[in-house]
């Protein structure tokens, strides 16, 4: 982006000390992880107009955000690394890759039958970009996709039917966004309603899965799961989750990938040009997300 007219370009790592001149900053573009001192850094850019993320998620930001600032999301950028990783984890999950991957590393021919996508029952809540861009990739692959939505629309469920949807599918795949009606929302009741030997797909964030009741689910063997997100995260090396049957893990890897990257910089370039020219901004975020 340093090709833009007029534009200063200050780089910051997220590190501990901060951008210099900050107290000049008009534009803050963080880094993909959040620095710690995220609420200081707020604080001390008086001159501070928009904020844009890299990231679809902007909790992070949103309850320090001073008035007037505009805040912007990357929503789109990450949408085919994460719908890409969905496809994966589910698969690696019903049939049983990470087993047959340890048992490659002990030298053992563990045959038997597994599972498949084939046939199945794809439940997609959180039905946006990312929700839309899994649901190409899961085309040719032979399922049913029911869409979930927060509020109902033409072809999308509202997420209030989820007590009649969570029972007749095979894969339920998580895109929500981080919010206090999405804290949690995956609790106990909600994992109760999932039918036997189901697989839960969590690519949103860790926060809206109760890890606990996970945990008592995957320990008794009924359910299984595909996380890139946890809740703690990063996940502490003694938690149970990383020993419970049935579950494959990644490090919030999902959008971590070249496409995301030249799409971020399209993106940001596509921005500082509006925001230089007084154009409107895309990905404005307003009302409760």
Known sequence: MTDLPDVECVLYDGGERPPENAEDVEVWIPPLIP??????????MPKLRLLQTVTAGVETYRP?????????????????????????????????????????????????????????????????SIGQALERRLDGFEV?????ARTARDG???????PRLLPEADVVVLLVPQTPDT???????????????????????????DTDALVAELAAGRLRAALDVTDPEPLPKDHP?????????TP????STPASLRRTLKLMRSQMLRYLSGEPLNNVITGSY
């Open 35 to 44: 620095p710690r001192t995220t609420a200081e850094l707020l604080g001390r």
């Open 64 to 128: 320090h955000l001073p008035d007037g600032v505009i805040l912007c999301n990357a929503r789109g950028v990450h949408d085919a690394g994460t719908a890409e990783w969905a496809v994966g984890a589910m698969i690696s999950v019903l049939r049983d890759f990470p087993a047959f991957a340890g048992a490659q590393q002990r030298g053992e021919w563990t045959y038997h039958h597994t599972g498949v996508l084939a046939d199945a029952t794809v439940l997609i809540i959180g039905y946006g």
């Open 144 to 148: 049913e996709v029911v869409r979930v």
């Open 156 to 162: 999308v469920h509202g997420e209030d039917e989820l």
């Open 183 to 209: 804290a949690r929302m995956v609790d106990a009741a909600f994992l109760a309603m999932m039918k036997d030997g189901a697989v839960l797909v969590n690519a949103a964030r860790g926060s809206v899965v």
């Open 241 to 249: 989750l990383w020993t419970a049957p049935g579950v494959f893990i």
């Open 252 to 255: 919030h890897v999902a959008g």
